[in-house]
Structures are given as C-alpha cells and as structure tokens.
C-alpha cells in the first residue's frame, strides 16, 4: 500500500465515504455556507449545544483540514475528492499497472521498475504545472522508488509488492490497538466531520459504533494480506494474480470499506427530535 491508501494504501484516501447522516442534510441539522460547500470545514461551526460555539469547533476543522477530509454541502463525506480525486486514485493505481503491463510484455525488469518510477515522477511534474500540493505526488514517488529498490535489489518482480504488506500490517495494527484503548480511528475522523468533536467518547453507545467501524476497516486491509500474501509467495506463477488483486483491492476495495464504516457509524436520532416530531404530528 502506498501513501495514497488506496494501498491503505497509503492515503487516504482518508475514511470518508458517501453516507446519509441521521436526521437528514448536514449531521448538527444546520445549513452550510458556500465555503463549506466547496469542502472546507468551517471554524465557527457549532455542536448540538443549542447554539453555543462548540470548543472543539476549530479543533475539528484544523485535523480534518490536514487529513484531507471533506465533506459535501448536506454533511455528508465527499468520498472521491478525500480519496484525492480521479488525479489522486490515479496517482495510486497507475505506476503499478504500468510496472505490471511493462513485465509482461518485456519480461525484463529494469525497464519495468524504470516505467513504474517514472510514471510517478509524471504526476510530480503534472502538480508542479498545476501549482497544486506536492505531498501527494512525492509520497507516491518514494513509495514506488522503495518498492522499485526492493525488486531491483532482489531480482524478483513479485517484490516490487512486498512493502505494501509491511504498510498494511501496519495500519492494522494501529487501528486495532485504537480500538482496544477506545480511541478508534474512525470516531478520530469521522467525529471531526460530524462535528461532534471527541463528545462522542462520552457516550459508551457510539464508542462501540465508532469501534465496529474501525473494524470493518481493519476487515478490508486484512482481507488484503489474506489474498495478497499467498499469490506473492507463489513467486513468478502468482505475479499477474498478485499485481491484479493489488490493483482491485487497492481504492476501490478502501473506499467501499470506509462507505461502510461510515454509514454503520451514523448517530441514531435523538430521543427529544423523535418526540418533537410526534408532538407535531399529534
């Protein structure tokens, strides 16, 4: 997995996914500014405190700023731009399919690893022209360039995937301790867009839901190795298994696991908004 998680990939593509929010639009039920709309997190948002300024209002919009969250105009997480927008997928998907399609045609490797690297260095050149963000693009470098070391290194193509699997056991066992010391990942970011800032830590029930969560997350980067692992030391004969399997199970299999995540995480409706909407149909 790169940085990029596609692999959780790396990057993150962060969790985020397109999840309808408890009570309908926004998750606090208020409208949103255009900026907001655009994908910002806004400082002055407010919690469900009738109103007042929630203190971790600016907290929520600096950490979600920096994971490259975003979220749409109606509260809900804008899946493809947090995943880095076509560009960003592309990004992470591309220089192992070019590494992939070189060897098979060439069966030669230094070739291989020179094409994969640099199709990522394209990417770099392609963001310098645009003046965008370059962090996105470098880590894809180095993570292709390591990964291109390792193969070179040891003159099996089939390593050029290894460090993927270093980056997915990783993750796993990052979130898995979350979990254990009730601090899961997925209440880290997904509170934030919620806005519900670390209140929900207060609340055993959505400790638990943010816990499950982060597993169905640490299912998908599991699911990864389980397949992944065995076509890998198969060798030569499970390469185009293992290169196509990366590619399938890279952002696509991310993003529908943090979708999911996402929308097993939902806060239920409060108990005082379904009683209002009994009084008024009453």
Known sequence: MTAQQPDPSPGAARPDAAGHPAAGGADDGRPRSSKDRAGNFPANDT??????SSPMAGLAAD??????????????????????GIQGIAESILPGLVFLV?????????PSLVAALASAAVFTVVRLVQRRPLTQALAGVVGVGISAWLANTTGKAEDFYLPGFFTNAAYIIAMVISIFVKWPVAGLLF???RNEGLDWRKDQARVRAYQLGTWIIVGVLALRLLVQVPLYLMGP?????????RLIM??????????????VTRPAASADAAGGETAAKG
Request: glycine share 16%; net charge negative.
């Open 237 to 245: 004969d499970g390469l185009a298994a293992l290169a196509t399997t």
């Open 102 to 110: 070189a060897f098979t045609v060439t069966q030669d490797l230094t």
């Open 47 to 52: 919690g469900d405190n009738g109103g007042e």
């Open 63 to 84: 950490y979600a700023a920096k994971a490259g969250l975003h979220r749409t105009h109606d509260g809900r997480v804008d899946v493809l731009k947090s995943a880095g």
């Open 191 to 193: 509170g934030f867009i």
């Open 250 to 263: 890279g952002a696509p299999l991310y993003i529908l696991g943090v979708w999911i995540a996402w929308l």
